[in-house]
Every structure is written in C-alpha cells, then in structure tokens.
C-alpha cells in the first residue's frame, strides 16, 4: 500500500502490522487524516485483527458528534463476552477537535479488556485526546499520498491483477480520474475487466472506460457559475479543494468557460448557426447549443470583464498578493452573483 506524504505512515503501517502479527494490541489506535481510502483499510484491517473469531457481541460502534463519553466508559468498562478483548470504535466523533477531558482522562488507566479504535478524518495535536492516545496507543496519519507514491500505488495494483502499464499512462490515468483513493480503485477495476486477455493497460483503454470524473465536476461547477446558481458553484468548489484539485486548474477551466461564451456571444451577434459554431467552439452540437443559450444572460461587456477578472487574480497570486484559493472564491462569488 502506499504511504502518506508523511515520512512516518510507512514506520506506523508496519507496528500496525506487526501488532496484529503477534496478537498483542495497544490500549488504543487513531487513524486519521485526509484519505478516506487508507483510513478506511486501516480501521477495517485493525477491526478484524481485533475481533479475531470473537463475538460481534463485543464490538460497540459509536459515530457522529454528540456522543456520551460517560456512556462508552462504562462499556469500556464491562468485560468481554467469552472473548479476549471488548473493541469499542468511535468515528467522526469530534473528539480530537474540540476535546473529551472524561475519555482522555480514562485512557490514562483504562480496563485492560478493552481496546479503543478511533477514526477521524482531522484532528488537533494540541488536544487531550491526541495526547492520551499517542502516549498509551498508536496514530497513524492517512494523508493521499504524493504524486510518485500513488504513481508506485497504481503500478503495483495493475501489477498485482496481471498488467502492466507506463508511467505514461499512469500520468494520464490520474489526470483523468483525480487523486481520491477509493475513486482510483473503482475506475481500475472497470480497466482490469476491461482489458482482460491482454497484459498491459494503454491510455486508450483508460480514455474507453474511465470516466473524466475530476474534469465533469468542475465543468458542473462552472456550469452553476454560469447559470447564477451560487451555493451549487461554492459546494463543488470546497469538494473539489478536499479532493486536492488544485486552484489552478480550477480557474483555467472557469477562463475556458469564458472565453467559449465569448466567442459564441461574438457568433451568434454575427448569426452563425448552431452547427457551425459547435465546430469552431470544439464542442457537440448539444453542447454549442447550451452554451449560445446561456450568452443571452450576458453582455459582451459582462464577458470580457468575468476574463479580466480571471486574468487580473491569477497575476494577483503570482505575485503573491493574493491567496490562490480565496482567489478563485472571489471569482465564483463574483461571477455566479445576479444582478
């Protein structure tokens, strides 16, 4: 599996592993971090391991805010039914945010039968829960890995199910579907079975199959920005920021919106048909057709100052007067506000 960008995520996914190679389990374990995937593959493998052939019975699950850190103490304090061990999982629990002095207090000496499994997606380092369970347990940080890590990532599970495939097409496989983890993984599986009979994986395969998730959803970002639907454009913004699409690439895509009304707005004051103009913006007919209708909400005036706009805070972050992310915030509003 790769690593997180972390240079401790190797170091911390072998203790977890050799914990469950001897059977003998820490008081408690935090997995945490950004990747969804890994997480998700550490809580799981570490549940098993934990439960072992024991009981459900002895599993408690606790999940969202609001939980009562009196109440998962006194199970913590029950002892197990016929098992070695009671697992008491807690997710998305706030805890590691806002703090828990009852459950980190209690760490500090709790029931042996017992073994905690936290998951969150962030937390605070500075916070009592982080310390209690870095001094007694186990964290382990599940950032997305880095460029080259997921490049070794996508390289060993090709591998692994018989294919071989360039660094190439890994490069283009990416850019295609984006970096969320359990995202990747659905789209080789639609490869693997795609390309069954053969032993290598070819950016053609990739552009059959794999959806251009990453690319639809900014196009739909852009789309709500055109269409004035503000909360629509923000929400997929903030999605796409957690996906770690960068900024960048964001506000290109809202520059080629602008500039394909633009020249559609030019061609239909000039009375170009539809399918001539579908041509020259490089677009299917229904596409053209969207986009020559949504020119009658704006003036060329509008367009050309939503581009100068774009221009003006892309050269803003460059030369560092700007933030790149409230960069493009400022666009969107701007941009998707009715007037």
Same mark, same amino acid.
């Given at each position: 599996? /790769? ?11 072998e *203790?977890? $592993?050799?914990?469950?190679?001897s059977?003998?389990f820490?008081? /408690?374990? #935090? ?32 999940e969202g805010?609001?939980?009562?850190? #009196? !109440? ?11 098992a070695e061990?009671?697992?008491i999982?807690?997710?998305?629990? &706030?805890?590691?945010? +806002? &703090? ?8 500090k000496?709790? +029931? ?8 969150? =997606?962030?937390v ?8 209690a369970?870095?001094k007694?347990?186990?964290? @382990? ?5 880095? !460029?080259?890590?997921?490049? *070794? ?7 692994n199910?018989?294919? /071989?495939i360039?660094?190439?097409?890994i ?16 789209e080789?599986?639609? #490869?693997? =079975?795609y390309?069954? &009979?053969?032993? !290598? %994986? ?19 970002m ?7 639907n ?15 699409? /960068?900024p !960048?690439?964001? #506000? ?6 602008? $500039? ?8 239909a004051?000039?009375?170009? $048909?539809k ?12 596409v053209?057709?969207?986009?020559? &209708?949504w ?9 050309k ?13 460059k030369t560092?007067?700007l933030?790149? @992310?409230?960069?493009?915030?400022m666009?969107? %509003? ?6």
């Amino acid at each position: 599996m /790769a690593a997180g960008k972390t240079s401790d995520y190797k170091v911390k996914a072998e *203790k977890i $592993n050799q914990d469950i190679k001897s059977g003998s389990f820490r008081p /408690a374990y #935090l997995v945490y971090g950004d990747e969804a995937y890994l997480r998700k593959q550490n809580r799981d493998k570490l549940k098993a391991a934990l439960l072992g052939s024991g009981d459900a019975m002895n599993l408690q699950h606790y999940e969202g805010v609001g939980i009562n850190p #009196l !109440e998962v103490i006194d199970m913590a304090e029950t002892l197990p039914f016929f098992a070695e061990r009671r697992v008491i999982v807690i997710e998305d629990s &706030g805890f590691f945010k +806002s &703090g828990c002095p009852e459950l980190a207090d209690y760490l500090k000496h709790q +029931s042996e039968t017992t073994v905690f499994l936290f998951v969150e =997606s962030a937390v605070d380092k500075r916070k009592d829960m982080y310390k209690a369970v870095s001094k007694t347990g186990l964290d @382990i940080n599940c950032e997305t890995p880095d !460029e080259q890590q997921l490049y *070794k990532w996508v390289a060993m599970k090709m591998k692994n199910e018989g294919f /071989a495939i360039s660094t190439r097409t890994i490069a283009y496989f990416i850019n295609r579907v984006g970096t969320d983890m359990s995202n990747m993984v659905h789209e080789m599986e639609k #490869l693997v =079975s795609y390309c069954l &009979g053969r032993t !290598e %994986v070819t950016e053609k395969d990739v552009d059959a199959v794999c959806a251009n998730w990453l690319t639809s959803r900014i196009f739909e970002m852009t789309d709500a920005i055109v269409m004035k639907n503000q909360a629509k454009a923000m929400n997929i913004y903030y999605e796409l920021l957690a996906l770690k699409t /960068a900024p !960048e690439q964001i #506000l290109a895509l809202i520059m080629r919106q602008f $500039n394909q009304l633009l020249s559609a707005k030019e061609m239909a004051e000039l009375g170009v $048909n539809k399918s001539v103009a579908a041509s020259k913006l490089g677009v299917p007919p229904f596409v053209a057709d969207k986009i020559m &209708g949504w020119t009658r909400s704006y003036s060329m005036k509008d367009l050309k100052d939503s581009l100068n706009m774009c221009l003006e805070s892309d050269e803003a972050v460059k030369t560092g007067r700007l933030d790149r @992310i409230i960069s493009v915030e400022m666009i969107i %509003v701007k941009s998707s506000s009715r007037k």
